[in-house]
């Protein structure tokens, strides 16, 4: 079974740009989540989505937003983009309901992002 | 979710076993152990989870003590790829919820 996938790996954007990221689950998976990992903060957690709708945010500010779709692929944007913004963004699936795996998430690779 | 403790650095030879300890003192009954790790610069691997019993699967060994206020997990024939971020997250299960609180987690480096 494939794994999470995320495109693009890598964007390089300027300040006050906007930028989308998109995340297709494992097959089956109806929940992603979204991180944001900086050598500074660590690894923080931005928002959750099942059957698309939000069910948890973390402590970011409105320029971050998601949405998933039907087929449960996902995506998230970041408006006005702030030098601050430069990381590497993580999404990650989680089985159904059920089951001895329903509360593991299954990370994808990544996408880094350079705000310049 | 409980908070947890860890070493921020081990290293280990190549083909001897890793232990990597974990302290989740403040944990409470119905909150699981879990184990990721990230390799450099990709996303976090899951490796192993547990709530009291000792587990075992083909990445590595979770042993929690009868108190669960701690575990450690075993990676029994460390090579160089098991050079990594290891990180030790204790969540509830049923929340609704998949949040994953990521602490600093404990860098193995593993020498030839």
């Known amino acids: 079974k494939a794994g999470v996938t995320q495109t693009p790996r890598y964007l390089i954007k300027t300040r006050g740009q906007q930028v989308t990221l998109s995340c297709s689950p494992i097959s089956g998976h109806r929940s992603v989540s979204w991180y944001q990992q900086t050598p500074g903060q660590g690894l923080q957690f931005l928002f959750e989505y099942f059957s698309e709708t939000q069910r948890n945010k973390g402590n970011f500010p409105g320029r971050f937003s998601g949405r998933q779709f039907s087929n449960s692929r996902s995506e998230m944007n970041v408006s006005t983009l702030e030098l601050g913004d430069s990381a590497l963004y993580l999404c990650?699936?989680?089985?159904?309901?059920?089951?001895?795996?329903?509360?593991?998430?299954?990370f994808g690779p990544g996408t880094r992002l350079l705000v310049l | 979710d409980a908070k947890t403790t860890q070493p921020p650095s081990m290293d280990c030879a190549e083909g001897r076993a890793a232990n990597l300890p974990c302290n989740h003192s403040?944990?409470?009954?119905?909150?699981?152990v879990y184990w990721y790790r990230q390799i450099h610069s990709q996303g976090p691997q899951y490796i192993i989870h547990?709530?009291?019993?000792?587990e075992t699967n083909e990445m590595a060994s979770l042993i929690i003590t009868e108190d669960r206020k701690s575990s450690t997990l075993i990676l029994p024939h460390a090579t160089l790829r098991d050079t990594a971020v290891y990180y030790c997250i204790v969540r509830s299960w049923g929340e609704g919820y998949s949040t994953l609180t990521f602490g600093k987690g404990t860098m193995l480096l593993v020498s030839p």
């Open positions: 990650a699936s989680r089985p159904p309901i059920g089951g001895r795996y329903q509360e593991t998430q299954y």
């Open positions: 547990g709530l009291k019993n000792n």
């Open positions: 403040t944990i409470s009954g119905n909150e699981y």
